[in-house]
């Protein structure tokens, strides 16, 4: 599986801005798909993730404000991001786990969201 993230950019304070992660190789494979995030000096965090079946969870601190979403064949995987805040300020990576039978971790090359106050 590989993934390519895209969309990120500048935004001000309350602005939206839309990631995608385009899918590719062994794509019936995947058991689910996510974004993460690292900010600086700080540890990866999750920030969403779907499920084949297309239930999702968020991060506390998205809830409400981020919306993952995806096509329906898998191929692309977006995250749409409202209000934004500075505190959203990241590089966001796309995420996939996948595998028949015992599954492995899948990573985007990451893209950079700069939030401006």
């Known amino acids: 599986v590989q993934l390519q993230a895209s969309g990120g950019g500048l935004a001000q304070a309350g602005g939206s801005l839309r990631l995608s992660c385009a899918v590719s190789?062994?794509?019936?494979?995947?058991?689910?798909m996510g974004w993460y995030r690292r900010s600086p000096g700080q540890r990866r965090e999750l920030v969403a993730t779907?499920?084949?079946?297309?239930?999702?969870n968020y991060a506390a601190s998205v809830e409400g404000r981020f919306t993952i979403s995806r096509e329906n064949h898998k191929s692309t995987v977006y995250l749409q991001m409202d209000s934004l805040k500075p505190e959203d300020t990241a590089v966001y990576y796309c995420?996939?786990?996948?595998?028949?039978?015992?599954?492995?971790?899948?990573w985007g090359q990451g893209t950079l969201v700069t939030v401006s106050s």
């Open positions: 779907i499920m084949n079946a297309g239930s999702t």
């Open positions: 190789g062994d794509i019936d494979s995947i058991k689910l």
């Open positions: 995420h996939s786990r996948a595998g028949w039978g015992a599954t492995r971790e899948y």
